[in-house]
């Protein structure tokens, strides 16, 4: 299937591992040229000229920290001074840390706020009208299953993942006349530093250790594994391609059927 990436231009926002780095390699293969970000300028220069290498894509890469409003003004203004436009947009950021709400200071709230939220926000601005004047454009943002199913110790990311959830809804029916989809992907239990972070910090309350921990999240996962960053990774590029352009104002999970719900 030819998805109608190749020469689009996408900016895959804190790309230079994990779930980002997966989306922006699978992009790359189908040909569109990327703009990479991460606030680690040696890592981002690494993943950067590795995903080059192998695709032939080109890549630039810009050190940039999501949370700050002016360094979001400089990679979009980065981007569209190398490749002319910015065709798509896929926001990311690492997660808010776990917590109960007794544990979590308003400092924390505030932080969460700014690097789930008002990132995502901030970048929509920037590239949207662009992507008006066009009349085509792609949003896609990294949310988590959280949305539909809340987990217990991440209060911190379930609600600031509800509430780009409804950022995004509500953008989609504003901008889908003018060729933009707006769309949330929710990855499950995928295998990434985050998430072995997360069973580190889950397993040392619980006094197990942290492959007994992963355990339990292997057995609430009907398929009995956890997730690949590639597998999310090309649901992502789908929604971004040409080949969905009648898809907005939607939250697709990639869980292995981890969420129960009927919708």
């Known amino acids: 299937m030819d998805l109608g990436l190749k020469d689009k231009v996408a900016l ?19 040909g569109a040229s990327l703009v990479l970000c991460a606030r680690n300028a040696t890592t981002l220069a690494e993943t950067t000229a590795a995903i080059a290498d192998r695709t032939g894509a080109h890549v630039l890469g810009v050190p940039a920290d999501v949370r700050d409003e002016e360094q979001i003004k400089h990679l979009v203004a980065a981007g569209n001074e190398r490749f002319g436009r910015i065709d798509i947009l896929v926001t ?24 789930t939220l ?58 889908a006349t003018e060729g933009v989809t707006v769309n949330n992907i929710m990855p499950g239990y995928t295998r990434t530093d985050r998430l072995q972070e997360l069973a580190e910090y889950m397993a040392q309350k619980q006094g197990i250790t942290e492959s007994e921990f992963r355990g339990t999240w292997e057995r609430e996962i009907p398929m009995g594994r956890l997730g690949e960053p590639r597998e999310l990774a090309a649901l992502a590029t789908f929604l971004v391609s040409e080949r969905a352009s009648y898809i907005t104002g939607t939250s697709i999970q990639c869980d292995g059927g981890w969420i129960k719900s009927l919708l």
């Open 118 to 175: 008002y990132s995502t926000v901030r970048l929509a601005r920037a590239v949207l009208p662009g992507m008006q004047a066009r009349r085509w454009g792609r949003i896609l943002n990294i949310t988590s299953i959280a949305v539909k199913q809340p987990i217990d110790g991440l209060l911190l990311s379930n609600s600031m993942r509800a509430a780009v959830t409804g950022f995004a809804r509500t953008l989609a029916n504003e901008v």
């Open 12 to 30: 895959v926002a804190a790309s230079s591992q994990g779930l980002g780095r997966a989306v922006a390699e699978e992009l790359a293969a189908e």
């Open 92 to 115: 990311n950021a690492g997660g808010p840390p776990a917590g109960r709400f007794d544990q979590l200071t308003q400092e924390q709230w505030e932080q969460a706020i700014q690097l």
